[in-house]
């Protein structure tokens, strides 16, 4: 990898001409929790719907979004997932 002591421009990085995206800024993190409350809420829909705790396979099966693996990758597990939801009835 590259030396910590080399700094990089990132604006060289844009091939965008100025004046592109001259709009408000959207930190970062507030797409993200919204991205986190979206799945959130999913997990819900799918557990009042079925009353059951979703896997890989029945969350894929069920054409649920935001896709398994993204599910995977927001929380470490499904399972981290339902703990997310605060399902207290749940032994997860």
Not at 28 to 57: H, K, M, N, W, Y
């Given at each position: 990898?590259?030396?910590p002591d ?5 604006s060289?990085?844009?091939t965008?001409p100025?004046?592109v995206f001259?709009?408000?800024a959207?930190?970062i993190s507030?797409?993200?929790d ?23 396979e029945s ?7 935001p ?7 927001q929380f470490?597990?499904?399972r981290?997932?339902?703990?997310r939801a605060a ?6």
């Amino acid at each position: 990898m590259g030396s910590p002591d080399v700094v990089v421009d990132l604006s060289s990085h844009n091939t965008n001409p100025p004046g592109v995206f001259d709009g408000e800024a959207v930190p970062i993190s507030d797409v993200a929790d919204a991205r986190l409350e979206e799945a959130v809420a999913a997990l819900r829909e799918f557990v009042d719907q079925r009353g059951l705790l979703p896997t890989a396979e029945s969350w894929t099966e069920a054409a649920m979004r935001p896709s398994e693996k993204t599910i995977r990758r927001q929380f470490g597990s499904f399972r981290g997932a339902i703990q997310r939801a605060a399902y207290p009835w749940i032994d997860v």
